[in-house]
């Protein structure tokens, strides 16, 4: 949904890259990664055979309404024995409007249930937004 988050991966990972437009995407590619940019819900997640995700910052950003139709997506077009690496931010949400949005370890094993296994890999907390509560938290999800 957003270039920044691929940009900064790039300069996070001290990466250069090249940029080529298909379809309804912005592809930035260097070496062997390939990130696309555009509108996730037309990205052909079946048609491309993806097996790894890392959602940096997605769904954080989408409100509830928005959220079911996301975890829809991966459950029905994810490939089998594919990984998917999500990173949501949790606080109490009347603490802020969002986004970002807190989204709950509950909230998202309700939605996966029966198509991946959740591994929580990191829980720190932080405080950011000014909310002492604010935690970042890291999960691995496995079909």
């Not at 048609?47 to 959220?67: F, N």
């Not at 604010?134 to 999800?141: G, W």
Request: charged share 30%; aromatic share 16%.
């Amino acid at each position: 949904l957003s270039e920044i988050a691929i940009l900064d991966f790039f300069k996070e990972n001290k990466m250069t890259y090249s940029v080529a437009e298909e379809g309804f995407f912005k592809i930035f590619k260097s070496k062997n990664i390939s990130l696309y940019c555009g509108n996730f819900f037309q990205f052909p997640l079946n048609e491309l055979k993806i097996d790894t995700v890392y959602d940096r910052a997605s769904l954080v950003a989408l409100p509830m309404s928005m959220r079911e139709k996301y975890y829809q997506k991966f459950n029905t077009e994810l490939q089998k024995k594919s990984s998917w690496l999500l990173r949501v931010f949790e606080y109490p949400q009347e603490k802020m409007d969002g986004p970002p949005f807190s989204v709950s370890e509950t909230e998202i094993k309700s939605f996966v249930k029966n198509h991946f296994t959740t591994e929580l890999l990191e829980d720190s907390k932080t405080n950011s937004f000014g909310i002492d509560e604010f935690r970042l938290k890291n999960y691995l999800l496995k079909n």
